[in-house]
Structures are given as C-alpha cells and as structure tokens.
C-alpha cells in the first residue's frame, strides 16, 4: 500500500503564477520529510527538509510547511519559472538515522508555460 | 565536489544477460543505496549499504545481488536480466548523520528486451 501520496498527479501553470503541491502520508513513525526535485532524465536534487511538528522552511522561491498531526506537507513554489519544470517528490523518513527507511510519493510533474 | 556518479547512463541488454551497475560517490559516506523507479510508482528500495561487505536488502531484492568492497563503490548486479527489470536504477548516498541529505546520482535507464 502506498504510504506517501502526492497531489496533484500534474500540473501546469503559466511562469510568474504560483502554485502548491501537496503530501499526504500514513508513514510511522515519520522523522522527517523531505521534497525533491527531479528535472527529466536526472537524479533527485534535495530542496528542504523538515523535521518538527509545524515545521516551516524556506528556499528562495521554495517554502515548505509539515502537519506532522495530520501527516501533511505542502511545498509552494512563488513566481514559477520555465525552469521550475520537474517532478517534485515528497519523501518521509521513519528514522533520522540510515538504519531508517525512506518512503517516496510517486511525485507531481509540474509544467511551467510561457 | 559532492558527486554519486553512475555507470553507465543508459544500457539495452538481452533476457538472461548479466548486468552490472557501477556507483561511486567522493563523500566518503558509509550508506549507499540503490532504487528502481518505475512509471507512476515512487522509488523503490532494492539494497542498502552500511559499509564495506555491510548490505541488507531493500523492498524489492529478488533477482539483484550487490557489491560493496570499497567505500566510495557500490554496484548491483542482474543476474540473467528479466524483462520486467526495465527500469532506471538510481543509486545514492548519506553519511551516517542525523537527518543528513541523501545524495542521488542520475540514473541508469536500463532496458531488457
């Protein structure tokens, strides 16, 4: 059973919009969360991590917040850029250790239009 | 330079070759990992590394062995490759830190016809 679900599947919004992607999941115990980017054809690139209940980060353009209550983190994007154009993938750690396990959302393919 | 570098990038075998997938990170970390990650399905976990001739196995190990003889090498091996291991084979990398960042490398796009 799938323990991360992301939403929306896809998205595609017009450069200088903002928009919001969402993680639910029922992993336990859940350390931490973190939100990747993954550009087509490359590797995960590591955007923020949060570890506490109501945490909150902020990257640049990125910012992140963690319900740890209700299992639930949201990752905004403001003014979007054509390079902004990736699958962004929630994943939540159930240690904080390597002897956890990282449990992945399929990912949200966002388009960023002109 | 933090790096995990894979190889090779892309790599067509025939069923019932032998494949072998190469990683290597300059981090000097003790955990490696390799995933498959499939259309729709998030990363799955196939071995993980602790160290040096350290490995346990992931989620989904049948069919796949690994390597670890050195620190900075991880491989994984397909014995007699099936079809349904078409996928790209991630590998990444962590140090041993509380919550420390994963370091992915770009992936293998693997194809058993």
């Known amino acids: 059973k799938t323990q991360v679900e992301q939403s929306p599947q896809s998205l595609v919004v017009r450069q200088g919009e903002n928009c919001v992607l969402q993680?639910?999941?029922?992993?336990?115990?859940?350390?931490?969360l973190r939100w990747f980017k993954q550009d087509t054809g490359k590797g995960l690139v590591s955007l923020t991590v949060?570890?506490?209940?109501?945490d909150k980060t902020s990257n640049g353009r990125y910012s992140a917040t963690l319900d740890k209550d209700a299992k639930h983190s949201t990752l905004h994007i403001t003014a979007t850029l054509l390079d902004d154009t990736a699958t962004y993938i929630c994943?939540?750690?159930?240690?904080?250790?390597?002897?956890?396990?990282?449990?992945f959302g399929a990912g949200t393919q966002l388009i960023v239009i002109p | 330079d933090m790096k995990v570098t894979q190889m090779p990038r892309y790599l067509i075998k025939r069923m019932g070759e032998n494949v072998l997938l190469e990683c290597g990170q300059d981090?000097?970390?003790?955990?490696m990992y390799w995933y498959r990650q499939d259309p729709g399905l998030g990363l799955q976990l196939i071995y993980i590394?602790?160290?040096?001739?350290?490995?346990s196995e992931g989620d989904i190990p049948k069919g796949y062995r690994v390597s670890r003889k050195k620190r900075e090498h991880f491989s994984l091996i397909l014995d007699s490759a099936k079809t349904n291991q078409t996928s790209v084979y991630f590998c990444?990398?962590?140090?041993?830190?509380?919550?420390?960042?994963?370091?992915f490398g770009k992936g293998t796009r693997l194809t058993v016809v």
């Open positions: 990444a990398s962590s140090s041993r830190k509380l919550n420390t960042e994963v370091f």
């Open positions: 981090m000097s970390h003790e955990t």
């Open positions: 590394s602790y160290d040096v001739d350290s490995n």
């Open positions: 994943v939540v750690g159930d240690r904080g250790s390597a002897l956890g396990r990282l449990h």
């Open positions: 949060l570890v506490h209940e109501n």
């Open positions: 993680c639910n999941y029922s992993v336990t115990p859940d350390n931490h």
